[in-house]
Every structure is written in C-alpha cells, then in structure tokens.
C-alpha cells in the first residue's frame, strides 16, 4: 500500500497538462469517483489494524498533495485566460463615452458676455427675487405702469407687492448704481420671470443680458457703435443695424434695435416676414431720474443702457422656432449643439 502511494506521488510530481480540459481528465483520473486515491481509500479498509494509522495519514497526505497539484494547474490556465490574447487589437478605437454639452442657452450667452467682455464690460449679477423699487420705481415706472400689474409680474406674496421675481435685468442697473460711482461698465446676465401662458413664443421665464455703461460724456453715438460692433461679432461682419424709437420709462430717448436678416441678407424671408430686419433688443440713453435715483449726479455723468433675450438671440442664430424647447432638457435637441461648442 505505502508503495503505490509512492508511486502515485512520483506520477503527481510530473503531471502536465495543455489546456483546461487535459486539467479535468487529470482530476477525474485521480480524484473522480472512480479515480486511483478513492480506489487506495476503497482498498484502506484491508490494510492491517496496526499499520492503519501510518498507512491512513499517508493517504491522506496523497490526496491533499493531488488536489493542490491540480488546482495549481487549473489556476496557471485561469490566469493565461486574463493575459492580452493575440487577436485583441489595441490599436482599435476606442467606444466613445457619450459627454454632457453645454446647453445652447450657455452658449449663446457665453458668446454674448464675451463680445461685451472684449470691449471692456464686466460681468454684474442680482437676485432673482426682488424688490419694487429693483424692479420698477427706481427705474421710474411710474405707479400705474402697466408692468407692475398681476398679469405680468409674479409676486411672491400676495399680501405684499414689494416682494416679487424680477421681471428683467435692468434691475442690476440699480443694484451695481447704488453702490459704484461711475465709470460704470457692466453686462448683467441672468432669469427672468413672467406670468405669460407658456406657448411656442412665450414662456413664464426666459434669459436677458443687460448692458450699463455710464460715465462723463457718454453719447447716443457710443451705443450704437457698440451695438454695431456686437451684432456683427454674433451675426456676421455684413450685419447692418437700424435703430428705432420706442418708449423704456428708464431711457430716454429710447430705442429697439434691429438687425438685417441674416438669413436673406435683408431681401426679405419668412423669418424676417419680407421686411429684411429682425428686432434683437432695446436700449435708450439712461434717464436722469434713474441716475438721481442712484445716487448718480446727471449733471455729471450720462450713460446708456440696452438689454437683450438670450432666447431670442439663440432663436435667430439657431433657428429653434418653439421657445419651450429650452427647458425640456430633451438631449435629441440638447445634443444638436455638441459642434456648437
Ligand atoms: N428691460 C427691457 C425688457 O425687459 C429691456 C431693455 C430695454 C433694457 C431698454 C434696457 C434698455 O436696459 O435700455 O424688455
């Protein structure tokens, strides 16, 4: 008996195998049911009483030696298994991993901040939720303006009309005043709300950019040149502009800005209904009251002021015709701008 467990250990010492299954043959021949070490345990009941402890403890041995044999086999194809195989081409391209884009809303006003940062302007932010004298009085709406009225503004509580959303960014332009003596240069991104029905071309809040500039000297003539310089900087260098009157209660005079169709070059199409022009913003020389207003001496300064819907900046420069796609956070829509970037 201790002679074939001899034998069985030498054979043990110089098992090979060529691959996983030559590994299975290997176990069932030893360890399988039928294999050698269960038939030595078969034979283990006629060993003689007093050699049963030597003889038991050797078998023993030789079983545990086999599967340690065997399991190191099995682990040296285990771990070939992990190694680079030769057909794994590393040279492949790699699955590209989808990435968030910027929303075109950031985009475009990102474009917009920096025109106006090239030319000097810095960036000025206020809150969102703010007061009526921010918003309204001392930007000399007067008190029954139609703007302070329910259907447009959202007050926060209905108990207390002081306290409401903004319903522009012009109320920077006092916020930044009030506390900054000219020269004045900000640009003042930011929310907006309104209580509109939420349609294709109106929504309950939308983005503005508002531009301030006050100082000794500051002329109807400088606004437009800097307004020329940003629609041909956004739009193209063919851009042409027209300024129209119309009515601000904090400018005066006032004025809404157009630009020549970009998309005919100023023949006429249906985006700017055949008339050559699409409207972009408002803008005025800033009126007296509202630099008294501010603590600002009109005597000695002047200034002007224009503000901007970043929605209908990125309608016209992306010709996305419903206002609601913006907030949908549709990433079909979202993903258009990847190459916007
Ligand atoms: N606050 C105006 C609006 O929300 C936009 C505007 C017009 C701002 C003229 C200005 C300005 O600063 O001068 O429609």
Known sequence: MIERIAALRAELDNITASDKNAVEELRIKYLGKKGLIPALMADFRNVPAESKKEVGRAVNELKEYAQSRIS??????????????????????????????????????????????????????????????????????????????MQDTFFIDRENADVLLRTHTSSVQTRTMEHSQPPIRIVCPGRVYRNEAISARAH???????????????????????????????FGPDTRIRLRPSYFPFTEPSAEMDISCHICGGKGCALCKGTGWVEILGCGMVDPNVL?????????????????????????????????????????????FISAH
């Open 292 to 336: 008294r207003n501010c603590g600002i001496d009109p005597e000695v300064y002047s200034g002007y002021a224009f503000g901007m819907g970043v929605e209908r900046i990125a309608n016209l420069k992306y010709k996305v015709k419903d206002l609601r796609l913006f907030s949908e956070n549709d990433v079909r829509f979202l993903n258009e």
């Open 204 to 234: 309950c809040f939308f983005h503005q950019v508002e531009g301030l500039y006050i100082d000794k000297n500051v002329s109807f003539a400088d606004l437009e040149q800097v307004l020329l310089g940003f629609a041909r900087r956004m």
């Open 72 to 149: 190191e086999l099995k682990e040296s194809f285990d771990s070939q298994d992990n190694e680079v195989s030769a057909d794994l081409d590393l040279t492949r391209t790699a699955t590209p991993t989808p990435c968030g884009t910027r929303h075109p809303l950031s985009l475009v006003r990102n474009e917009i901040l920096e025109i106006f940062g090239s030319m000097g302007f810095t960036i000025a932010e206020g809150p969102e939720i703010e007061d009526d004298w921010h918003v309204f009085e001392s930007l000399n709406f007067p008190p029954d303006h139609p703007a302070r009225d």
